[in-house]
């Protein structure tokens, strides 16, 4: 995709199979957690979110957990479809601040 | 609802011109703010407007501007281009702090 991609960490799965996508962040302050999809040419689109005072939750085949003490998030995906084909980012933010920073991203590949 | 809405999609422009890019955010949603995405790399905070006026700003340079309507809606000015400013520019909108931001598509813009 043109807006996403060269370098970054890659993920290949079979179709059926269960995913799990791993984020490091930094900032030990920081209390809320969004997981975002983004398909080429598109932008991220919501998949999850979590505070920090869970350490898991779960949507519909998605589940992520929240490890606040290694500061890791992972966002697990299961029976895995060949639309789950992207590059998923997480994103952090901190109470009274505004933005949200972004990891690097995993591009995700489902083979048929 | 038509969510978070961009225009233009593409834009091609020649360093030293001045670009504006708008967004409509999703309705209900009183926040917007903007990302820059450079290839590769996850979307980086530029700056947010509430209220219409810019409540915090990221590390972006004075070149970078932008303003808020009564609707809600932002544009989001670009002056004397660079060709490091190629990039997908996102408009994000949302309620209240911690509650999920909504991205539109994105404004692909090239400067030559």
């Known amino acids: 995709g043109e807006s996403v991609g060269l370098h970054l960490p890659t993920l290949s799965v079979q179709e059926g199979d269960n995913s799990i996508i791993n984020c490091a962040y930094s900032?030990?302050?920081?209390?809320?957690f969004i997981w975002y999809k983004q398909e080429s040419g598109k932008g991220p689109q919501f998949i999850i979110d979590?505070?920090?005072?869970?350490d898991k939750r779960q949507g519909q085949r998605v589940t992520v957990l929240l490890n606040k003490t290694v500061k890791h998030l992972s966002l697990q995906i299961a029976a895995t479809q060949p639309g789950d084909s992207a590059v998923y980012f997480c994103?952090?933010?901190?109470?009274?601040?505004?933005?949200?920073?972004f990891g690097t991203g995993t591009r995700l590949t489902i083979i048929p | 609802d038509a969510g978070v809405t961009q225009s233009p999609t593409h834009l091609i422009k020649t360093r030293g011109q001045q670009v504006t890019l708008r967004c409509s955010p999703k309705?209900?949603?009183?926040?917007v703010s903007w990302y820059q995405q450079a290839l590769g790399q996850g979307p980086q905070f530029i700056f947010q407007?509430?209220?219409?006026?810019?409540?915090q700003r990221g590390n972006f340079p004075d070149r970078f501007s932008g303003h808020q309507f009564p609707n809600y809606s932002s544009e989001l000015n670009v002056n004397a281009l660079l060709l490091g400013d190629s990039a997908l520019y996102l408009c994000?909108?949302?309620?209240?702090?911690?509650?999920?931001?909504?991205f539109g598509q994105g404004t692909r813009l090239t400067v030559v």
């Open positions: 994000a909108s949302s309620g209240r702090w911690g509650t999920e931001a909504f």
């Open positions: 900032n030990s302050a920081s209390d809320y």
């Open positions: 979590i505070r920090s005072n869970m």
């Open positions: 994103a952090e933010n901190t109470a009274g601040n505004e933005k949200l920073t």
């Open positions: 309705s209900g949603h009183d926040t």
């Open positions: 407007y509430y209220e219409e006026e810019e409540r």
